[in-house]
């Protein structure tokens, strides 16, 4: 009895092996990704070849035409999504819907601006038929000023504009993925995929199944490897650091529309790997209204002021702008003591646009957090330069303003 249990445990091993990231980040969310990897290639085809002659066990995608068994059928998708001459594509979006798409892709929409951007970048600019008003109020540099709006960012959508628009797919936020079934309905069965390529721990799988739908794949693989050419700096540089030397810092959500709301670790991953602690660890949600005393018992070292509307700060912005940004920004919050608050005290506190910590650019303003905090380490590190680095490489944009304020000493 013994021996079967160890034979037991050395097979689950085995197994757990033979299918990495089942449930990691990383997984494409492709149905035809037989291996539960990072991409779609011929060691797929081997795995369902396997699986076939019972050598391997099935995975969630590994019916790549989701006909509900696992087939040479299944073969065949996988060989024609690798060859981009697929008919059809079935994924599985941010709230775990399985959506299948009819291929080419030749119009869309985004209703979702942080989306947008992204989708340019890969090359899939032409094919955007409409967009949400937003994107035209706070992201006017990326062009599509002749798309028609047909959504209101997080609020609602025109399905009468939309269907006269005749998208063959509609991208909608995240956060609407519990209505998005009932928008296809109305949009008499538009596939419609909620996805938000923009946040860190799920942007380059976003991205890649993206590419695959959009047929933007060497676009998308661009832009990933972009990203991954800039990730992972920081971490690098602050490894040594020991945790009982890191600086405290205070992150204030949409600064630029609320006072005393703290970005905490649920939505504020961005701070992840800085090699600093936040105050509003111990807050549930990913933002929290605090009140302005607390911020006097916790005493950061460092504030930081999140720009979420996008018009006071970047493109067009100087830095005298922004200098007169931080001083208004400042004496709206005064209150007694809050001279005396470290970050104050020692003049660190810093204007950050969301645009740069969000999306692609995720990557620009977590070298400018590390930077405040541990300016030593990066002497350089220009994170305004990667920003521009970006937006010429992506958008072939020479834009002058100012997305940080100010620049680390």
């Known amino acids: 009895m013994k021996q079967t249990h160890k034979e037991l445990a050395l097979l689950l091993c085995l197994l757990l092996w033979a299918v990495p990231s089942v449930w990691g980040d990383e997984t494409l969310r492709i149905f035809g990704n037989a291996n539960m990897d990072q991409t779609i290639d011929e060691k797929d085809v081997a795995y369902v070849e396997d699986i076939i002659s019972g050598k391997s066990q099935t995975t969630e995608f590994a019916d790549a035409n989701n006909d509900g068994k696992v087939d040479a059928q299944d073969i065949d998708q996988i060989q024609a999504l690798i060859d981009d001459n697929s008919k059809s594509i079935t994924i599985k979006d941010a709230g775990n819907r399985v959506v299948t798409v009819k291929l080419p892709v030749n119009r869309f929409i985004s209703a979702d601006y942080r989306t947008t951007e992204p989708m340019i970048a890969i090359g899939a600019g032409d094919k955007i038929c409409a967009v949400d008003t937003t994107f035209h109020e706070r992201m006017a540099e990326f062009g599509l000023a002749d798309r028609p709006e047909v959504a209101v960012h997080a609020g609602e959508v025109n399905y009468e504009l939309i269907l006269k628009m005749q998208s063959d797919l509609v991208l909608v936020a995240t956060s ?234």
């Open 176 to 409: 609407k993925a519990s209505t998005a079934n009932d928008t296809s309905e109305k949009l008499k069965g538009c596939p419609v995929i909620a996805i938000s390529p923009t946040n860190r721990k799920s942007i380059i799988p976003d991205l890649r199944l993206l590419g695959y739908v959009l047929g933007e794949r060497e676009g998308s693989e661009k832009l990933i490897g972009w990203i991954k050419d800039h990730e992972g700096i920081v971490e690098d540089r602050v490894k040594d650091i020991p945790s009982s030397e890191y600086p405290t810092f205070y992150y204030e959500s949409q600064a630029d529309q609320k006072l005393w709301f703290a970005y905490t670790p649920v939505g504020g991953n961005i701070f992840d790997g800085c090699a600093a602690n936040n105050i509003a660890s111990s807050l549930g949600s990913s933002s929290s209204e605090i009140e302005p005393e607390w911020l006097l018992t916790q005493n950061p070292d460092f504030i930081f002021l999140d720009m979420m509307q996008g018009t006071d700060s970047g493109p067009g912005k100087s830095e005298e702008d922004m200098a007169a940004l931080w001083q208004k920004l400042k004496d709206k919050r005064i209150f007694p003591g809050f001279l005396d608050i470290k970050a104050i005290k020692n003049n660190n506190m810093y204007i950050i646009d969301r645009d740069i910590s969000n999306g692609p650019r995720w990557v620009v303003g977590h070298a400018y957090f590390a930077k405040c905090m541990h300016p030593e380490l990066f002497a350089d590190i220009h994170p305004e330069e990667w920003n521009q680095e970006y937006l010429k490489e992506f958008f072939d944009l020479d834009i002058t303003g100012t997305w940080a304020y100010p620049m680390p000493k």
